[in-house]
């Protein structure tokens, strides 16, 4: 840890404002604004030092939290851990029946269970230490631009590790009359039913799961964060879904002079308002955003979802 960043974490206002910058939300800067000093303070307020805590998006989704987080290395390395046994024994015993193959269950049981295990306790350490590194390098375009969440990236990638991973698997639906002779000769028994693979599941409840926790859409620029969260209005009797939409100042100034969404099809408002860092715009919409326009004295930006 340099200098530099020991001043910041020293100081609890600037650093929210550095999270802020790297997470894009402020929740999350909330979030990891406690968590970022029970490290340091664990760490003589010298360093950055492990401390166990639990993360369930982690402990569920291990491999995808990694790679949507942009810890890239850490994400595929975990894959081919999780998966090794039944590479390994599928090699030497090719889809070999018996013994073998409880073995193997056994041993993906385990890693399983304590691969996920390790990664809930840790992931909010890792997440720390990554947005340490790049506040090391003293460029808050660099930790503005590298902390913000990769999810498509993040699931794309994953499937097609676990597609590659899963063309080495063993085939463990094997006929009971024909199992051993399809096992010597190497022949794939066939697929009884078209049900979605498990990993297809994982990645559909993921993609659901990150949806809900993370909101409908964020975009950001050096100037403002835009987010969109769904929501429900009560109308009379009724419930209706709305969107929430939310404008967070990124700078220490800025007056914004009007705010338009959809071209002015679902809002168009005058605002006349000088946002200081972390102030927001709140607005409730009753359509989705595709384009969010700001005019502010510095210039018009405009935001596409």
Known sequence: MT????????????????????????DAANKYLLLSQMFF????KAFLKFDSTWNWFAFIFSPLFLLCRRMYFLGFLVIPFI??????????????????????????GILLLFVPVIIGMSANYLVIKRFEKFLDMQNDQLLIN???LNIVGGILLFVISVALGGSLLPNSSVNSDNELENALMQKEAPKEDNEPGFFDKLANDWE????????GGSARSNMFIVEFLPGVAVVGNSV??????????????????????NKG??????????????ESLKYSLRCKPLQVDIKTYDGDMTFKF
């Open 83 to 108: 998966f090794m046994p039944n590479i390994i024994l599928n090699f030497i015993y090719p889809g070999l029946p018996g013994e073998i193959g409880k073995i193997e269950s056994v041993i993906s």
């Open 240 to 261: 209706v879904k709305t969107q929430e939409l939310a404008i967070t100042s990124n700078v220490d100034s800025v007056k914004v002079i009007s705010v338009s969404v």
């Open 146 to 148: 590298k902390g913000s």
């Open 3 to 26: 200098e530099y960043s020991k001043k910041i974490f020293e100081d609890s206002d600037l650093l929210h404002k550095k999270l802020i910058m790297y997470f894009g939300s402020i």
């Open 265 to 278: 099809n679902c809002l168009s408002v005058s605002v006349d308002r000088i946002l200081k860092f972390g």
């Open 208 to 215: 659901n799961e990150v949806n809900r926790a993370f909101g």
């Open 41 to 44: 303070t664990k760490g003589g």
